[in-house]
């Protein structure tokens, strides 16, 4: 892992390893990926200021999040099928970043469940919740994840509808992987990753398969999913979630103004402005443009947490100067799951860590509280 460098070493790697198909759902965003283009693109025309002769040996990465302490500034973000891009994906990511020091988030959409990832880590992580049609299996998975002690829900807002990723359906996407002989010929040079899938404590929506009737077969499961996305959800289902949950509440995938002041009236700890990497509305705004004027409007009203392009320390460092409180890495890490289990997404948090403790120290910033507008060029 020592000669993984950057992130872009980790993806190059993961490239090689991971079947087309599930590299592919990772990489990929809706339609013409305009959004997914702005997102890094936006954060790289950002130009920080450099500072000489300021004393930053003192400097810290540590902060909080939703009031617990953090060594850096970043959550790893709920990734769907994560257990497809390495087996037991979602066990081995959650044990990264808690050996980081950071938290993780599981998806709804995960492979290994909420069960199988709390039998195997030593700490809460958090839970990430699609709501569905069934209101009786939402609720179960509410319960689920209180049962696994699970320290904050996030409940995901921008997904009624799935936007579309054209590979997907090129590649026909499924899980397990389709047996067309072009995908069993890709999995058949990818051995590595063939062994850590069977291993695996699951090869299916560990969420879902087992705990709704009748589906039990996974094609069955694949339609099921499809037909629960709900697209009647409205602010009286998050009152009525953040009820039954009870606990911390983040509402992630807030992209307007107008948007982002309801959030902050509804006790949520937390907003996440994200565009879902992209893998949404196409043609809406980066996530780092649209965050000064949130971060603005809601004050201190409540945690501000951006994600959407972030690929480097420099990047965490662009977010927050711009109000974000802290960040959520998705790729990244994922990048870093498919190049080598645990410890690619050990080797991407540190590449992270290591990339934002120096920009700070050529910001001449030694907190992460420090880190404000001044830091950007010609801000
Ligand atoms: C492969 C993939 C799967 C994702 N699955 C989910 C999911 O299940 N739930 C969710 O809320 N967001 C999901 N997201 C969005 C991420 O949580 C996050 O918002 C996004 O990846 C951030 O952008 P970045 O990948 O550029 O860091 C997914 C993103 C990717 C790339």
Redesign the pocket.
């Known amino acids: 892992m020592k000669t993984m460098t950057c992130i872009e070493d980790l993806r190059q790697t993961a490239r090689r390893r991971v079947p087309r198909m599930f590299f592919d ?2 990489e990929s965003g809706s339609y013409a990926e305009e959004t997914l283009r702005a ?1 890094r693109a936006d954060l790289e025309a950002m130009k920080l200021r450099q500072r000489i002769l300021v004393d930053v040996a003192g400097r810290s990465t540590s902060t909080t999040m939703l009031g617990e302490p953090v060594s850096l500034p970043l959550a790893l ?5 994560c257990g497809m891009q390495h087996g037991n994906g979602e066990i081995l990511a959650c044990r990264a970043a808690h050996a980081a020091g950071i938290p993780f988030t599981l ?3 995960s492979i290994c469940s909420i069960e199988d990832v709390a039998a195997s880590v030593d700490k809460p992580f958090w839970f ?1 919740l ?1 709501v569905m049609k069934d209101r009786g299996f939402v609720r179960s998975l509410i319960e689920r994840a209180k049962a696994a002690k699970c320290s904050a829900l ?1 409940l ?1 807002v921008d997904l009624q509808v799935l936007g579309q990723r054209h590979r997907d359906i090129k590649n026909g996407l499924s899980v397990p992987p389709e047996t067309r002989v072009k995908n069993l010929i890709d999995i058949a040079t990818k051995p590595a990753w063939a062994l850590s899938v069977l291993r695996s404590k699951s090869r299916t929506f560990g969420n879902i398969a087992g705990h709704v009737r009748g589906m039990e077969n996974v094609n069955s499961l694949a339609v099921w999913i499809a037909s629960q996305f709900d697209e009647t959800l409205s602010w009286k289902d998050v009152e009525w979630i953040a009820n039954e949950w009870g606990g911390k509440l983040i509402l ?1 995938g807030i992209l307007d103004v107008e948007d982002a002041l309801i959030a902050a009236k509804t006790g949520a700890a937390a907003l996440v402005v ?1 565009n ?2 992209g ?1 949404q509305l196409d043609g809406a705004p980066s996530s780092i443009a649209a965050l000064p004027p949130i971060a603005e409007a809601v004050g201190s009203s409540i945690e501000v947490l951006f ?4 690929r480097s320390g420099q990047d965490i460092m662009r977010a927050i100067a711009l109000g974000a409180h802290a960040c ?5 890490y ?1 990048y870093g799951l498919g190049a080598g289990g645990q410890a690619g997404v050990a080797r991407a948090i540190e590449i992270m860590r290591n990339e934002l403790s120096v920009s700070m120290a050529l910001t001449g910033v030694t907190g992460i509280d420090k880190i404000d507008r001044s830091v950007i060029a010609g801000a």
């Open positions: 759902y990772a997102n973000a709920p990734i769907g099928l998806s709804t959409m990430q699609y996030v995901t992630k994200s879902h990497g893998r994600d959407g392009g972030i959520l890495s998705g790729r990244a994922i």
